[in-house]
């Protein structure tokens, strides 16, 4: 079935470093492609997405692209925040089923020091 | 616009209890899931409703759980005698329509904790 992989963590680095969080996906057909973003105690909040191949998500200087050819979908910031500290998700939509449901990875820590 | 709703946002019950878990989706939206997220894991599909309608339960345990969205009122969580191993946070998501492309929308969660 379909799945995804993100790189495990947590993942530190001072403020204004560069952030790449990995993420790779196994699926049939075409699916939509999502990060979304969990801060401490809270609910997911979508970041950003991408609906085929070679589109390019961005929100609040997040961004990744849909790589068919290596079936990828890298998060990358060029200048993390500490306020950027927060689980991070990947995610993809059932393109089989086209019911929405979302299959998502592991999740990512992410800590950012001042 | 409220967002979507869950309450309680924190529930403890004692082995053998039931838990019932609320979920008020955005207003205009039909279609709710809900999602279990084990300590240090990603989030794992539950099940998908519409009003009135089971749409997709693959990711339902057989017995003790169950879900139910009415015509009116929010969609419920059910689950029955519960185990330590139900301790989890349950999110519920809305959206306006279903297909892969659409954007849902989460609830902050119901951290149950069975003690």
């Known amino acids: 079935g379909d799945s995804v992989t993100q790189m495990e963590g947590p993942v530190t680095l001072s403020e204004e470093a560069f952030l790449t969080i990995n993420c790779t996906y196994t699926?049939?057909?075409?699916?939509?492609l999502f990060w979304y973003v969990q801060y401490p105690g809270e609910g997911l909040q979508l970041l950003l997405k991408a609906t085929k191949a070679d589109d390019k998500g961005s929100n609040k200087g997040f961004e990744a692209t849909y790589r068919k050819e290596t079936t990828s979908f890298h998060l990358e910031k060029g200048s993390v925040q500490v306020s950027d500290s927060a689980v991070y998700f990947c995610?993809?939509?059932?393109?089989?089923?086209?019911?929405?449901?979302?299959?998502f990875g592991q999740g990512t820590t992410l800590q950012v020091k001042p | 616009n409220a967002g979507v709703m869950q309450n309680p946002r924190h529930l403890v019950r004692r082995r053998g209890q039931e838990a019932r878990l609320r979920c008020s989706p955005m207003?205009?939206?039909?279609?709710v899931y809900w999602y279990r997220q084990l300590p240090e894991e990603g989030l794992k599909f539950m099940v998908y409703?519409?009003?009135?309608?089971?749409?997709?339960e693959s990711g339902m345990p057989k017995e003790r759980f169950s879900a139910e969205f009415p015509k009116e009122g929010p969609s419920i969580l059910r689950i029955q005698q519960v185990v330590r191993g139900d301790s989890a946070a349950y999110f519920c998501?809305?959206?306006?329509?279903?297909?892969?492309?659409?954007?849902?929308?989460f609830g902050q969660g119901t951290r149950l904790t069975v003690v």
């Open positions: 207003k205009g939206h039909s279609h």
């Open positions: 998501a809305s959206s306006p329509a279903t297909g892969s492309n659409t954007e849902a929308f």
């Open positions: 699926a049939t057909g075409y699916p939509s």
């Open positions: 409703l519409q009003k009135e309608n089971i749409i997709d």
């Open positions: 995610a993809l939509a059932d393109g089989s089923s086209n019911t929405g449901k979302l299959i």
